[in-house]
């Protein structure tokens, strides 16, 4: 059980555009749906939290406008890196949670975005 | 300011021995741990959790132990086996409303 689901594994895409990644729990609803962003060697770095049918709260230093977040359901979630640019080149993990902060978070296989 | 660490970036053991991983935190907010397992170009895996309530869970081969007034949580992993070889994050977190914080990770390479 609590299986989370991303899709897809990896995208290269061209500068300026703008690329969507989906988180699924396959298996359980998900409460709370979280937003990962992993550099090479670092840890992961939380970049917004996603509750069903609310607007995501973001971390600081994020931007909400071009990290535009959806939840639409309790098992769908999506990251929306609009105009995208190399810098945003990195590795995406979403996260499900049944509950809300204090339960145990399930992760996906991660996204890995490469921007040209 | 770094409120989970794991000081050790790197651990190798010897198959069938002991590895343990190290975990602090300066946060005496946080009340629920938890034990990730991550290989290259994955998401992480859930491994073990505890509670402040508790000093010890085991979980098979995995037991984490809890010491609240160190600020101080390990993972234990015994026998050690190759397929541990991964990279082990710890996480923190509040049920008071606190998001889950994470460490930098330690790199354990298990030799046969």
């Known amino acids: 059980g609590a299986v989370v689901s991303q899709h897809p594994s990896w995208v290269i895409c061209k500068s300026g555009t703008s690329v969507k990644i989906e988180c699924r729990s396959l298996?359980?609803?998900?409460?709370?749906m979280f937003w990962y962003r992993q550099f090479p060697k670092q840890s992961l770095m939380l970049m917004a939290t996603s509750n069903e049918g609310s607007k995501a709260t973001y971390e600081q230093g994020v931007e909400k406008d071009k990290f535009l977040i959806n939840h639409a359901s309790l098992t769908l979630s999506t990251l929306t890196v609009t105009s995208a640019h190399p810098e945003d080149s990195s590795f995406y993990i979403c996260?499900?949670?049944?509950?809300?902060?204090?339960?145990?978070?399930?992760f996906g296989p991660g996204t890995r975005l490469l921007v040209l | 300011d770094q409120q989970v660490k794991q000081n050790s970036p790197s651990l190798s053991v010897q198959e069938g021995r002991i590895s343990i991983l190290n975990c602090d935190y300066t946060?005496?907010?946080?009340?629920?741990f938890l034990w990730y397992k991550k290989y290259p170009a994955e998401g992480p895996t859930f491994l073990i959790s505890i509670s402040s309530i508790k000093d010890k869970n085991e979980d098979g081969r995995f037991t984490v132990f809890l010491n609240k007034s160190a600020k101080h949580l390990s993972l234990h992993i015994v026998p050690s086996q190759p397929g541990d070889s991964a990279v082990y994050f710890c996480a923190a977190s509040s049920s008071m409303g606190g998001k889950l914080i994470f460490g930098q990770g330690t790199e354990l390479s298990v030799k046969p």
């Open positions: 946060n005496s907010m946080f009340d629920y």
């Open positions: 298996d359980f609803q998900a409460t709370t």
């Open positions: 996260s499900a949670s049944a509950g809300g902060w204090g339960e145990t978070q399930y």
